[in-house]
T-cell receptor, first 111, second 117 residues
């Protein structure tokens, strides 16, 4: 399975944008890029996913590099509730294939 | 949106006993369910994949006789930790996928904190 590499931790000031990077240099043409986040003692929560084109939803934006070897999750205005561990995950299908979690990025939001 | 309910949220059991954890998809039919384990300060580790009506597929290193998985219906999967020991204490999380109602593809339960004493 293609692996992802993320920084262990990042900090952001409240109400400022946050760019969370993810490297996935061995991504295959059929791999989807998923982003989930996890608050302490909770299950992961869906943030966004994409295949080739950039994606936007009410929570975040996903910018995918043209060669698809990296992607960036963008939180437009960080709030204290955005403090979580963010996981970038590759999967060979939009549904039905296993998720193998990496170490993720622990985001701290500073008031 | 799609909802996955996990029960119980917390359980304490004595060493040597068995514990059953339920994972239910509330508003969609889950053709596939996944079980994960997460130790403190670590990431989620996939334990097994189960498809409705068939035997679960376990990841390498996961004992299938210790972690019994049953996926008897399209809305329910159970994980039974048999003869639990303190080292089995962990946060167990399920996820489910399937069905056109599940637009996001994968939905996770809220997790079960198992403590074996």
């Amino acid at each position: 399975d293609a692996k992802t590499t993320q920084p262990n931790s990042m900090e952001s000031n409240e109400e400022e944008p946050v760019h969370l990077p993810c490297n996935h240099s061995t991504i295959s043409g059929t791999d989807y890029i998923h982003w989930y986040r996890q608050l302490p003692s909770q299950g992961p929560e869906y943030v966004i996913h994409g295949l080739t084109s950039n994606v936007n939803n009410r929570m975040a934006s996903l910018a995918i590099a043209e060669d698809r070897k990296s992607s960036t999750l963008i939180l437009h205005r960080a709030t204290l509730r955005d403090a979580a561990v963010y996981y970038c995950i590759l999967s060979q299908s939009n549904t039905g294939n296993q998720f193998y979690f990496g170490t993720g990025t622990s985001l701290t939001v500073i008031p | 949106g799609a909802v996955v309910s996990q029960h119980p949220s917390r359980v304490i059991c004595k060493s040597g006993t068995s514990v059953k954890i339920e994972c239910r998809s509330l508003d969609f039919q889950a053709t596939t369910m996944f079980w994960y384990r997460q130790f403190p300060k670590q990431s989620l580790m996939l334990m097994a994949t189960s498809n409705e009506g068939s035997k679960a597929t376990y990841e390498q290193g996961v004992e299938k006789d210790k972690f019994l998985i049953n996926h008897a219906s399209l809305t329910l999967s159970t994980l039974t930790v048999t003869s639990a020991h303190p080292e089995d204490s962990s946060f167990y999380i399920c996820s489910a996928t399937g069905g056109p109602e599940n637009a996001y593809g994968y939905t996770f339960g809220s997790g079960t904190r198992l403590t074996v004493v």
